[in-house]
């Protein structure tokens, strides 16, 4: 296996799997495309052959203007699951009927199955958790599934089972779901996260973020702008005169202002909750009893 230093592959995880298969590893060094030319041909095969054709294609990335956004009902343009069609569709022409001429009129397949290399079939049940994460703890399942950074994961299979002891498997980034083993190894179920968000709470929390990282982004260019020294011209070894006067008053505004949102982020209001208030105040009709309940 050559790996061209991609992290996903140096992962201990797939490096243990290398062992276990009794495979050969080698960790390329960067910027080496030629160590695996079979691949990057593949790869700009696809480009010119496929890609190139496909609507909107460019030959080099152009930057979109920053306040146009695209247009997703462009006629012209493909939706993932065509760009998918598509892809799949190429795969199976370049592997069933295209013949390259460095296989002698062969197409990919027929050179595939005419190789004398012996292969060895590995069961599908051996294979799964090779590629899979194990954080090495032991855990308990309960009437809620069984718990993993401060998440439940529950699955069907999980009923009548309370009590027992489990290890987790998850895949990297695929946080949706994991496998649930017993302490040996053996795999018994899959887990999928309980009390998912809806679609329409992921599309208004990506849109709360996309504004958080766009305000902070902002922040951090006024920021540098702000910290950004300049110095006056010397025509005589001088020490530097710096430019840009503040006042006194700007100045202990500025800090003040930035005191007060440190201690911000410090403060605890729900440490010591408000107590009651007084029995001749007027009170909302909805939180009477609630407050009575609260005196008592």
């Known amino acids: 296996m050559r790996v061209d230093r991609g992290r996903d592959f140096l992962s201990k995880t797939v490096l243990g799997a290398f062992g276990v298969l009794n495979s050969k590893f080698e960790d390329l060094p960067a910027y080496s495309p030629h160590l695996k030319g079979t691949v990057e041909n ?3 095969c696809a480009d010119r052959m496929l890609f190139a054709v496909l609507p909107g294609y460019t030959l080099t990335p152009k930057p979109r203007p920053a306040k146009k956004k695209p247009d997703l009902d462009d006629p012209v343009s493909l939706t993932f699951a065509e760009f998918t069609a ?3 569709e190429w795969a199976r022409w370049w592997n069933t009927e295209h013949r390259p001429a460095g296989l002698n009129g062969r197409t990919p397949v027929e050179a595939w199955q005419a190789d004398p290399t012996p292969l060895s079939d590995i069961p599908e049940a051996a294979l799964w958790g090779l ?3 194990d954080d090495g703890r032991v855990r308990k399942l309960s009437s809620h599934g069984v718990r993993w950074r401060g998440r439940d994961y529950l699955g069907a299979w999980m009923a009548g089972q309370a009590g027992r002891h ?3 498997r998850h895949m990297p980034h695929h946080d949706h779901e994991i496998e649930v083993c017993d302490p040996a190894g053996r795999h018994l179920g899959t887990a999928h996260l309980a009390d998912a968000a809806t679609p329409e709470q992921l599309d208004e929390l990506r849109r709360t ?3 958080r990282a766009r305000r902070l982004r902002e922040e951090a260019k006024k920021a540098a702008a702000l910290r950004r020294q300049r110095f006056a011209p010397a025509t005589a070894p001088t020490p530097a005169q710096r430019l840009g006067a503040v006042t006194a008053a700007e100045a202990d505004r500025e800090l003040d202002a930035a005191a007060d949102s440190d201690m911000a982020a410090l403060a605890l209001p729900d440490l010591i909750p408000p107590a009651p208030p007084p029995d001749d105040w007027n009170t909302p009709a909805s ?7 609260e005196k008592r």
């Open 131 to 133: 590629m899979l994460e």
């Open 287 to 293: 939180l009477r009893h609630a407050v009575r309940e």
């Open 42 to 44: 593949l790869n700009r």
């Open 166 to 168: 489990v290890r987790i």
């Open 209 to 211: 973020r996309a504004v």
């Open 86 to 88: 598509e892809i799949l």
